[in-house]
């Protein structure tokens, strides 16, 4: 079993920012990926930013260039800078990450999210 805990979400004013960070404890025999996504009133979860393990990046084109993603291995943890932000970009902000057990299968687990509103 994977337990994530998100911290970092705040009410920030437009052109604002914010760092999520997101801390992954339990059992896996490796971290493939982690990530954000995140989910406004009345819409479905999309993704903002995802790491992988050999430290690749992918991100939204929303948050290109104003957001970034970045991994402490040692601490377990999945960082997100949110930089010049937007009223738009007011969501909860889920950690996910993706590991492979000990059993060689890959599974994905979810943090219980953080409220960012930016709003003036």
């Known amino acids: 079993q994977v337990q994530l805990v998100e911290s970092g979400g705040d009410l920030v004013q437009p052109g604002g920012s914010l760092r999520l960070s997101c801390v992954a404890s339990g059992s896996w025999n490796r971290i493939m990926s982690m990530g954000w996504y995140r989910q406004a009133s009345g819409t479905q979860r999309d993704m903002v930013a995802v790491i992988a393990s050999g430290g690749g990046t992918a991100y939204a084109d929303s948050v290109k260039g104003r957001f970034t993603i970045s991994r402490d291995y040692a601490k377990n943890t999945v960082y997100l800078q949110m930089n010049s932000l937007k009223p738009e970009d007011t969501a909860v902000y889920y950690c996910?990450?993706?590991?492979?057990?000990?059993?060689?299968?890959?599974?994905?687990?979810w943090g219980k999210g953080t409220l960012v509103t930016v709003s003036s």
């Open positions: 996910q990450i993706r590991v492979r057990t000990n059993q060689r299968t890959d599974m994905d687990y």
